[in-house]
């Protein structure tokens, strides 16, 4: 089967619970990932433990409103690449002119407009990516990416890939050697091989130590291919949810495959459960975790396997 993908991350932040639910189950029926938070203080405590790829934020709101989150924000190099697109009301028209000028990159009305803010947050994350397609912008977010050309060939890497890089082939160093090691550049090779090469995944198994997936984020200029790679170790982040999260093993397997980005019906495959099962647990781990929603679940998930 093939490894899980990763799908685009939006942080919507609203004090409004009607309006959070309404963005959500759109943002999701159109493949996004949703993390949402209540308060601009909310929201930089979750952008200490996950960056997404773009931020919705409301203008107003109590406390922190949306114009000094997003001061704070771009106060910090570690997220100041992250697009930001405000909310405002029809007639607060003041409010876009500040906008602007705290570092938002666009703006929508409310009553939102669905097929709207779709195109406006699918532009800006392509111009994101574009504008970031470089070692060291993607170094202060921790990722793990590898960009190469058309044949496979190593054009650069974050601390982070040559990290993974190295457990996977011990001694290896960017500096040392400039190509990939042997058992990344056929898989590579393979990978950019595929007539549909956006989204593309592929697996490698790292014989009992799980596996490495390699996921094409997009391809940048003529000649760039930037490439995310994901260590998956489903027996060991099964035990550590369990765990840190006071989980049964099976809804911390459940969970596992939620923050992989399984849907259900994928869920109930790879577990043997039927999907109604998948749902029963979804539910617990629900209450548990305090959240109402598969986004907000699997980015506690990441965070707690990533501690």
């Known amino acids: 089967m093939q490894g899980p993908g990763r799908t685009d991350t939006v942080l919507v932040i609203d004090d409004e619970p009607d309006t959070l639910r309404m963005l959500t189950a759109m943002l999701e029926a159109a493949e996004l990932s949703v993390l949402v938070a209540t308060s601009g203080a909310a929201a930089l405590d979750l952008l200490a433990h996950i960056v997404p790829d773009l931020i919705l934020i409301d203008a107003v709101m109590p406390g922190l409103d949306g114009f000094e989150t997003t001061v704070r924000i771009k106060a910090n190099p570690a997220w100041a690449g992250i697009p930001v697109i405000f909310m405002t009301g029809l007639t607060e028209s003041e409010h876009v002119v500040e906008a602007f000028e705290v570092g938002g990159v666009d703006y929508v009305r409310k009553p939102v407009n669905h097929m709207e803010l779709l195109a406006r947050l699918r532009a800006h994350m392509a111009q994101g990516r574009a504008m970031n397609a470089s070692a060291a912008s993607l170094d202060a977010t921790g990722r793990q990416m590898v960009a190469t050309d058309r044949n496979g060939n190593l054009l650069w890497c974050t601390p982070g890939a040559e990290e993974v890089i190295t457990r996977m082939v011990p001694g290896w ?14 898989p590579v090779s393979n990978l950019l091989a595929r007539r ?59 969970l596992l495959w939620v923050s992989y980005g399984k849907a259900s019906s994928d869920i109930s495959i790879v577990l043997e459960i039927s999907p109604r099962t998948v749902q029963k647990h979804l539910e617990r781990i629900y209450e548990k975790l305090g959240v109402e929603t598969r986004s907000a679940a699997a980015a506690i998930a990441i965070r707690a396997i990533g501690q």
């Open 196 to 254: 549909e090469l956006s989204g593309a995944t592929l697996r490698i198994d790292q014989r009992g130590a799980g596996s490495l997936e390699l996921v094409v984020v997009a391809q940048y200029r003529e000649n760039e291919v930037l490439i995310r790679l994901n260590e998956l170790n489903p027996e060991r982040d099964v035990a550590k949810l369990a765990d840190r999260l006071g989980l049964t093993r099976r809804e911390a397997e459940v």
């Open 173 to 186: 160093s960017r500096t040392a050697t400039p190509e990939l090691p042997q058992e990344l550049r056929e």
